[in-house]
């Protein structure tokens, strides 16, 4: 044997080859996409309730500064939920918006109307459900 053969017969071939290597980053993808939707479906839905709740509280002041400045009112009056209904944007027949963490869904029993130089605030979390 030549001295080129016997080195090419010591020396192993280091390495992987391509296949070896996608097909573990084809078997980690799989097992990320079946572990993500999982991790996500655990987590509550707490900051979408906040935010919506906050976002109602954003559409009763707008509705309520419509209302004061339609109808001449001054900054110590306070409007009736049926006053305001026309400008929320569900019409006079639709129904006003309510907190998504209230369990009765009424509108009573989520917010409180204060006079139009004050903020509206949720009567369900008022700690929380804040207007900045």
């Keep these: 044997m030549?001295?080129?053969?016997?080195?090419?017969?010591?020396?192993?071939?280091?390495g992987y080859t391509l296949t070896e290597i996608l097909i573990v980053v084809v078997l980690i993808m799989v097992l990320i996409a079946l572990a993500i939707p999982r991790f996500v479906a655990k987590r509550p839905n707490k900051y979408g309730a906040h935010?919506?709740?906050?976002s109602n509280l954003?559409?009763?002041?707008?509705?309520?500064g419509q209302w004061a400045l339609?109808?001449?009112k001054k900054k110590t009056d306070t409007p009736a939920p049926s006053d305001l209904q026309p400008?929320?944007?569900?019409?006079?027949?639709?129904?006003?918006?309510?907190?998504?963490?209230?369990?009765?869904?009424t509108?009573?029993?989520?917010?409180?109307l204060h006079n139009v130089a004050s903020k509206p605030t949720c009567?369900?979390?008022?700690?929380?459900h804040v207007l900045p």
Excluded: H, V, W
């Design 51 to 54: 935010m919506a709740c906050i």
């Design 107 to 112: 509108f009573d029993t989520s917010y409180t």
């Design 2 to 14: 030549s001295k080129l053969n016997m080195a090419r017969e010591n020396t192993r071939m280091c």
């Design 123 to 128: 009567k369900i979390m008022p700690s929380l």
């Design 58 to 64: 954003r559409i009763i002041d707008g509705a309520e």
């Design 70 to 72: 339609e109808l001449q």
């Design 87 to 105: 400008y929320i944007g569900r019409g006079s027949a639709g129904g006003l918006p309510t907190c998504p963490a209230d369990p009765k869904q």
